[in-house]
């Protein structure tokens, strides 16, 4: 049987299906921890259907999620560093992509429910979007500061800031950034929100990487209207 490590010790082939390991398969052997709790995150926790229990499990709430298993993923999101160069490399287009005007996010690897993303924001760059409700969005800035927002139109149809919160990221190591010492090292702890309400992503420096991990909950649908980079998989080495 394959099997891929993971922090409890091995995940075995046989607790994925025929699409999830075929998907770790293709992935370099140090994202198989972070993918592979990514897939059992994104499998729904039992309920609890005793009698007079009053179990909150509700899909559309986003409580339908194994919170240990979200944690577990978090702490997962956090080992995640960006190699030196990793912005530069990613923010080129490649010499086959017309489309420079595209939306500069990458879908690095994804599942029948699940998603991982890398958002190259130079400064001032905003993405706007939303997730299906009841989902579960993790973001990490990898490298400059990332203004994460809550939006919601007015009575006269404009967009007003609802929440707002700022990540600051780490550094990818590359010579001659202050701080570095020649090393990556991970900024802040990566943050969680439930999907439904529009949120936007706001680049505040000239270089901000964000990575974000998406699980989906059985009952949505996937977007197929979301636009992307073409994504490569030797990408992943500046990761």
């Known amino acids: ?16 299906t025929e699409e999830q390991e075929l998907i770790l398969a293709d992935i370099p052997n140090k994202f198989t921890t972070l993918f592979g709790q990514t897939l059992k995150a994104s499998i729904p926790r039992e309920r609890d259907n005793t009698k007079n229990a009053h179990d909150p499990f509700r899909f559309e709430w986003g409580t339908w999620v194994d919170e240990e298993a979200l944690l577990e ?31 500069m996010r990458y879908k690095v690897a994804s599942g029948e429910k699940w998603d991982c993303l890398v958002h190259v924001l130079p400064r001032d760059m905003q993405y706007k979007g939303r997730w299906p ?6 973001l990490k800035a990898l490298t400059g500061v990332v203004e994460v927002v809550m939006l919601r139109e007015d009575r006269d149809g404009n967009l007003k800031k609802v929440t707002s919160k700022s990540l600051r990221g780490g550094s990818d190591g590359k010579a001659g950034t202050v701080g570095s010492g ?16 529009l949120r936007s992503y706001i680049g505040k420096t000239e270089k901000t990487l964000l990575l974000e991990i998406v699980i989906r909950p059985p009952i949505s649908a996937e977007d197929n209207n979301q636009v992307f980079k073409p994504w490569k998989l030797e990408h992943l080495d500046h990761i």
């Open 1 to 16: 049987k394959n099997k891929y490590k993971n922090s409890n010790g091995v995940l075995y082939a046989s607790e994925l």
């Open 73 to 103: 993923l978090m702490s997962r999101v956090d080992e995640v560093r960006a190699k030196p160069g990793a912005y530069d490399q990613l923010l080129l287009p490649d010499d086959d992509d017309d489309d420079d005007d595209s939306t």
């Open 133 to 138: 409700t009841g989902s579960w969005s993790i």
């Open 182 to 197: 020649g090393a990556a090292f991970g900024g802040q702890d990566c943050i969680k929100y439930v999907g439904g309400p």
